[in-house]
Nanobody, 122 residues
Framework: QVRLVESGGGLVQAGGSLRLSCAAS????????LGWFRQAPGREREFVAA????????YYADSVKGRFTISRDNALITMYLQMNNLQPDDTGVYYC???????????????WGQGTQVTVSS
């Protein structure tokens, strides 16, 4: 059974930083393309970033480009999202998932984690 577990969320002031982690339960992780999404209250789940199996092709939503960095460590079967210069609009529950189709849309992903809350105060 594929299991992904997010951690690292929290409360931070605008301009601050957080690093999210997404830990897998299987070494098959190293063959997967992966993504991060977020969902704010009352809004649809939104693509944030994606990375291919070996980490050399990151892909970002325009809203986070230049502020967020996606990376992965296949030896640790963990993916990361470094978030800098956080803004109140970045508030939401952040999810990681395995990519099974074209990147960037929620229907292309499965094995969603339970999410980790990120709250950015102004």
């Amino acid at each position: 059974q594929v299991r992904l577990v997010e951690s690292g969320g929290g409360l931070v002031q605008a301009g601050g930083s957080l690093r999210l982690s997404c830990a897998a339960s299987t070494r098959a992780f190293s063959t997967w393309n992966l993504g991060w999404f977020r969902q704010a209250p009352g809004r649809e789940r939104e693509f944030v970033a994606a990375v291919n199996w070996n980490g050399d092709s990151p892909y970002y939503a325009d809203s986070v480009k230049g502020r967020f960095t996606i990376s992965r460590d296949n030896a640790l079967i963990t993916m990361y999202l470094q978030m800098n210069n956080l803004q109140p609009d970045d508030t939401g529950v952040y999810y990681c998932a395995r990519q099974i189709g074209p990147p960037g849309v929620p229907t292309s992903y499965d094995s969603w984690g339970q999410g980790t809350q990120v709250t950015v105060s102004s």
